[in-house]
């Protein structure tokens, strides 16, 4: 049973040119090999091909709507001379692999044909501006900064319009024409006759170098490239809570594209530099405070630095080493909403002195013996160990 090309391309009979051209970006994006390992969708990806071929040429579209498959062969060249050895009587399939390209990869089909002004060419066309490259910056911060924001100043170095050509590479006022060895096409053309038929094989223009144009002169400025290298410095806002290893976007700040394409991102990948006295995990903060013995027996008032200055923290007599005290809300800001801030947390470290006087010695030595009055037992402060 023949095939319905509307159907393999999922389209209504009615369906205009730009509808077929999107259903097909999207058919053969589905069923291309490339994107189905380990499944053989070569016949779909064929069907689909076949369809668009007729149905993207008016004049085979309308033989196709009346006459079905029959009025167009088994291939969309059947009425053209010179024989195929898969069937049919002409050529291979005119569909632009260009828009396979397009599908997978933004539109960068063709640009290995592009010539000293980044203008692709292929199928008679100049493509249009394309985005240009992003660009990464490694960035170094301190722990504070990191905590609440700032600015930043980075020097970078990216590719900007040329502003004597406007981005195409052309000198003001040049000519430009279309190449006569390829008829701007960008490719030629060469036939194989082989003893199982015709083979068809191209390459790039030696003349346009794949532009399909022929430029009188290209810019000086740039030399045909559309684009200079230029040092730039710019600000970078550093948003409060960033840890290490985040990345920032600076939009339009990467290199400028081709054909006086719009600018590419930059990325700034943040480093957060160690500090002596914090450690971080995400909002949470941490840090270790010292207390001499004789404060985590009796208990005592001390200041304690947290990230945005000092605060006084109660020690509980009895205070034991690697205890853990939380002061809440001392963390730092939390990203995307600076106004919720994480909690600090101080580990107590016990200062035990290595060596003592006489007189706290016999002080020591007193609280020694009046423990072991109350009885093996029993703590400092009466309470079962």
Avoid: W
């Amino acid at each position: 049973m023949a095939a319905d090309f509307y159907s393999t391309l999922g389209v209504d009979r009615g369906a205009d040119e730009k509808t077929i051209k999107s259903a097909y970006r999207r058919m053969a994006k589905k069923f291309h090999p490339d994107a189905n390992p380990g499944n053989d969708t070569t016949e779909q990806f064929q069907a689909v091909n076949r369809a668009y071929e007729v149905l993207s040429d008016p004049e085979l579209k309308k033989r196709y709507d009346r006459f079905g498959e029959s009025g167009v062969g088994t291939s969309a060249a059947s009425d053209a001379s010179g024989g195929s050895p898969f069937g049919g009587g002409g050529y291979s399939q005119q569909v632009d692999i260009s828009d396979i390209f397009d599908t997978f990869f933004g539109g960068g089909g063709g640009g290995g044909f592009g010539g000293p002004g980044g203008r692709p060419g292929g199928r008679g066309r100049t493509r249009g501006p394309i985005t240009g490259d992003d660009l990464r910056f490694d960035l170094e911060i301190d722990f504070k900064t990191a905590v609440f924001g700032g600015e930043e100043k980075v020097r970078i170095r990216h590719l900007e319009t040329c502003n004597t050509c406007g981005g195409d590479g052309v000198k003001p006022g040049s000519s430009v024409t279309t190449c006569s060895t390829c008829n701007g096409m960008g490719v030629t053309m060469q036939v194989t006759r082989t003893p199982l038929g015709n083979f068809q094989t191209q390459q790039t223009c030696p003349d346009c170098r794949g532009t399909g144009q022929k430029v009188g002169e290209y810019c000086g400025t740039c030399s045909g490239q559309g684009t200079v290298s230029k040092t730039k410095q710019i600000k970078v806002t550093i948003p409060p809570g960033v840890e290490d290893g985040n990345k920032l976007r600076v939009r339009g700040e990467g290199d400028a594209g081709p054909n006086g394409g719009p600018a590419g991102d930059l990325y700034i990948f943040l480093k957060v530099k160690k500090d002596d006295k914090f450690r971080r995990e995400g909002p949470e903060v941490y840090s270790d405070a010292n207390v001499s013995y004789v404060d985590a027996i009796l208990g005592a008032s001390i200041k304690v630095p947290v990230v945005d200055g000092d605060v006084t923290i109660k020690i509980p007599p009895g205070t034991q080493p690697g205890q853990v005290m939380r002061l809440k809300g001392n963390g730092a800001p939390r990203l995307g909403n600076p106004s919720q801030r994480g909690d600090h947390y101080v580990t107590i470290n016990i200062d035990i002195p290595t060596s003592i006087s006489k007189e706290e010695e016999e002080l020591v030595t007193k609280l020694r013996d009046l423990k072991e009055k109350k009885g093996s037992g029993k703590g400092f402060f009466g309470k079962d160990r």
